[in-house]
């Protein structure tokens, strides 16, 4: 698959306060939003506009670096993985307002 790109979110960022106290973990709206801004911008597309699937496989940690790859179905949608360290920690489905093209 190809990468799209690669995000970390830091300590300080807004949605992690009492996401939990001592174990700032990120949620998952944060990781869906960084991974599909990067395939967005890598495929030169809008927001998306409608998120099939979304599974979370492990916690992301703040400061931890996740690394986004896609692929374009016939039918174009994007299905996508993020991993930190070649561990996967999310893996979806989208659609974006603009047309896919199959890679």
Do not use: N, W
Request: proline share 11%; net charge negative.
């Amino acid at each position: 698959m190809p990468i799209a790109g690669s995000f970390t979110v830091s300590s300080d960022h807004p949605s992690l306060p009492g996401h939990f106290p001592g174990r700032p973990v990120v949620p998952g709206a944060v990781l869906l939003d960084e991974a599909l801004s990067l395939i967005g911008a890598a495929l030169d597309l809008g927001a998306p506009c409608e998120i099939g699937l979304a599974k979370f496989i492990e916690p992301v940690l703040a400061g931890q670096t996740i690394l986004v790859s896609y692929s374009v179905e016939p039918s174009g949608r994007a299905r996508f993985a993020g991993t930190h360290e070649q561990r996967t920690v999310l893996l979806g489905v989208a659609r974006f307002a603009s047309p896919l093209e199959p890679l």
